[in-house]
């Protein structure tokens, strides 16, 4: 056991069972022993590996699709450019390199970085020195935001219920025989899946990530009122049903109670709750990042830099074109989704 492991059992052992979200909240995010905050994760040499780090591709043709909407909403300034979980900085660094051709777009722009682990901070000043660091988005200013959230949301912690009849049982980490195991809290009604009524039965299982909703009201809000725009990128689909919470160790699937704090714990997004949290600001047709990748071009892109290179390098840029983009690989199961004013168009590469 962790570290960690033996202070959530003592914890338990003291005052009962505790949330699904509670335990990865502390997992992930816990000052001193928490897997955020003890580590960077990013790369081959790290647990898993995300789109910005496996080609430059990815925040180039993000960058380019921010700085076409900027445009279209009449090139507003000035605004935040702003990241929610920058992991490294690169795709901000990315971003940042694609538009210098836009200085209009650079000169308007203030980078604002939604990060909480001080660890990752810390390569985000490296990546991109004169951003402003905020814990929340509640701090964000009030003006035109234009915003991109990778892996984010698959990050925060969710909650678990089971239903029967119509009420529902809370997955809950508790104690057997001193050491951690799954439970179910006794059947209650729960306000907030009252919209799952209908399209769940006996013995489904559902998932409610606990911040989503205040953090996507506060962009929506801020996106209704001074314009902008967010892409949300991660793995998941239109409304969560089943199980779908991991843990990965050294890009292996390992038990999420086994080693607290030290493999990365994530859950599928909900791209529903995405979409209506953000109202009265629109939402696009959720999409997959295989085919918005493609819409912004960047097979041409791919063509280019391939010019370039020769051999293994080559090799590796073939590859990574593949990975972003091919249905076996994260082209299918990751997806993206716009949200927008009601006064403007949807973001390139996006439908309404
Ligand atoms: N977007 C990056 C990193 C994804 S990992 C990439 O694509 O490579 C998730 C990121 O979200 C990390 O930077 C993590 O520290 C951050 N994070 C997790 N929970 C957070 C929270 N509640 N508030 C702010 N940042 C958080």
Known sequence: MTALGDLL???IARTGPISLADY???????PELGYYATR?????????ITAPEISQMFGELIGLALAQSWIDQGSPAPFSLAELGPGRGTLMADVLRATRAVPEFHTALTVHFVETSPTLRQA??????DAIWHDSVATLPDQPLFLIANEFFDALPI???VREGDAWREKMVGLTDDALSFGLSTA?????????LADTAEGDLVEHCTALPAIMQTVGQIIDAHGGMALIIDYGDWQSLGDTLQA?????????LATPGTSD????VDFAAIAHNAAPAKFTRLTTQGVFLERLGITARAQTLAHGLSGTARDAHIKAHRRLTHPAEMGDLFKVIGIYPATAIPPPGLEP
């Open 9 to 11: 059992v003592a914890r």
């Open 24 to 30: 990865m909240a502390d997992c992930l995010m816990h």
């Open 40 to 48: 960077d994760p990013f790369g081959t040499g790290g647990d898993f």
């Open 124 to 129: 985000q000043v490296q990546a991109v020195p």
């Open 159 to 161: 909650r678990q219920f």
């Open 188 to 196: 209650a009604p729960i306000a907030l899946l009252e919209h799952r």
């Open 248 to 256: 990965l160790k050294a890009h292996d699937h390992v038990d999420p």
């Open 265 to 268: 714990l994530t859950a599928h």
